[in-house]
């Protein structure tokens, strides 16, 4: 059952509905109506941590002395942690409770915060990226599940409401929208930008700590175990939609995981703009567009949010490659809005569909997967464009880019939405597991 800390009554038996105090139960919701607030500005502030170095690249390069490569692969780290995370751990709070994985969530990237700062070359770059990656792999699909759970016991009249995975969304890609911000602004404005960004965050996420500790958990422990955790089971006939949901997130993080790593490579070379803070607001627009686009679509049924996602993605990928032919920077923000608000729309829709084919046991571990897809296509794309820039144009580079990731998106949708979400009441799929 949730621990002491979570229970009020500290393990003294409750009287029976009947004779509780009317006001006990409006106390119960009232707990999990804030947890959930707090959850989510948890949730946001450890990704806003790790979009942040974004506007910081350029001052990155010239204290290490790298390139435009080694900076995709310093961004490409944090991806690697994120995915050993995601794989090894991200299935732990279907068993051991969501608030015990977020707080050494927030512990790690505390951790990851002050390598920054007390590290400052390049292997304390990279070592402090894998654990800021590390800290998003047990904070992403947790929170993500968290949500829902706090949602439904503060509001057990409307389970399956479509809030949850909304601010769920909109924290995670909201909180990539302020990170680059942030920093953008402490680069342009204040002294030691690279020590003070990291203090800002830091601050940040021990506040949140904090809050998180005051937050009930929503996860029974000492319920019997049928048999081994089961990380990954998907429900019956469900695999190639998971696989379809896999890679519309990919091809969402595909285009933001670009703009974080060599956006400001982009704006310096070829818009010929030096403004720390002009790179952190074109991260800003990108992804605050993908959380906008979520909040005033989101209740759309699932076909047609996927259907716009798939227009509004490929035409912002051309626009992106337009301005680079046409060098002018509000096309080029225009273009980075565009793109990220239909790659927002496909990640909501992919982050719903990988949830709707989960047994609800292994909840968390399914969405664990998918972000462990998601988080590589954010970071192995931005390598692989990095090599392609040594053998032809930033102009070419882009078309190819824009036209494997939209004719991938496409084709992503058309089989998310044939395929159809088999029902709850299903036995789940037992050959369909992860370990």
Known sequence: MPDAAADPTHGIPTPAPADRPPSAPARRRAGHTTGFWFVAAAFSVLMAFGTAPTPLWPLYEARDHFGATMVTVAYASMVVGAAAAF?????????????????????????????????????????????????????????????????????????????PGIVATAANLGGLASGPLVAGAAAEWLPVPLVTAQAIFTLAMAVCLVLVLCTPETVDRELPAAGPPTRFVLRPGSRRAFGAAGALGASAFAILGLISSLGASVLHGTLHTDSHLVVGLAAFLMFGSAAAAQLVLGRLPLHRLLTVGAVGFPVGLVLCAVSLYHPVLWLYLVAVSLSGSGSGLLFKGGLERARSVAEPASRAGVLAVFFVVAYLGMGLPSVLFSIALRHFTVQTAMIGFATVLSCGAVVSVAVALRDRTPGAGELPDRSARLS
Do not use: F
């Open 87 to 163: 794989l090894g751990l991200g299935h732990l709070s279907d068993r051991l409770g969501r608030r015990r994985v977020i707080v050494p969530a927030l512990l790690v990237g505390l951790v990851a915060s002050v390598v920054l700062i007390v590290w400052q070359d390049l292997p304390g770059l990279i070592a402090g990226r894998i654990l800021n990656g590390v800290g998003l792999g047990l904070m992403a699909s947790t929170a993500t599940t968290y949500l829902h759970d706090l949602h439904d016991e503060a509001r057990p009249d409307r389970t399956g409401s479509v809030l």
